[in-house]
């Protein structure tokens, strides 16, 4: 079974990284700005096909340097599903899991415009409920991925507001999983590659 413990620690973890970044923006606020503004809101787009659904905020705390953070949820993986072609069980259940999603990002041209260097941390946890003898045995499985990564990307404006943030990334994932008839959770470590396309919005970006 899986360590709610576990969970719990990841997530108290992805909370403090979170309060830290918006710490070291706040002691940056404290003494008068010599960088220009970026602030933006952004929804990832290809991550919605692997069934997580993670918006997230960017904002910059020194001259050429941003954070990004975010939070939310997932589904099912409906891209390892199909490639690896797994069949639909009525007996399985899929359970809303949390995401989470950490980055840093460097710009070595102009602030929040153009291409960008990014070292990352994403978090998943897909869950599912899987039935036996007519559901009285109740099996919680669980498929975690812990995924630290580096990657180039770039930010394209179609307006003052609107652009396009497309990425490709590189690193390792650390999965932990467990299924109906695993006596105990299995762990792997795989070679990650993706590419990400997030629509965004700039709350603040000066030229």
């Known amino acids: 079974m899986y360590n709610l413990f576990n969970l719990t620690k ?31 809101a952004k929804l990832n787009i290809t991550s919605i096909f692997a069934g997580d659904i993670c918006p997230s905020f960017e904002h910059a705390f020194s001259k050429k340097v941003t954070y990004e ?16 072609e797994t069949p639909a069980v009525s007996a399985r259940r899929v359970v809303v899991g949390p995401s989470a999603y950490g980055s840093l990002r460097y710009y070595p041209m102009r602030m929040g415009e153009g291409i960008y260097f990014s070292s990352e941390m994403r978090y998943r946890l897909y869950r599912k409920k899987f039935s036996q003898d007519g559901g009285a045995i109740i099996i919680n499985e669980f498929h975690q991925y812990l995924i630290p990564r580096f990657g ?6 179609t307006d003052d507001k609107m652009f396009f943030d497309i990425s490709v990334n590189t690193g390792l994932g650390f999965e932990k999983y467990l299924r109906a008839g695993d006596l105990n959770a299995n762990s792997v470590v795989r070679f990650h590659f993706g590419v990400a396309v997030k ?9």
């Open 10 to 40: 990841h997530l108290k973890f992805a909370f403090l990284f979170t309060v830290l970044l918006f710490q070291i923006q706040e002691n940056f606020a404290q003494s008068p700005k010599k960088y220009k503004e970026f602030m933006a």
């Open 69 to 84: 953070v975010g939070a939310g949820i997932v589904t099912d993986n409906y891209i390892r599903n199909f490639f690896l």
């Open 152 to 157: 180039i990307g770039f930010h394209k404006f």
């Open 199 to 207: 629509v965004g919005y700039a709350l603040k970006h000066q030229k």
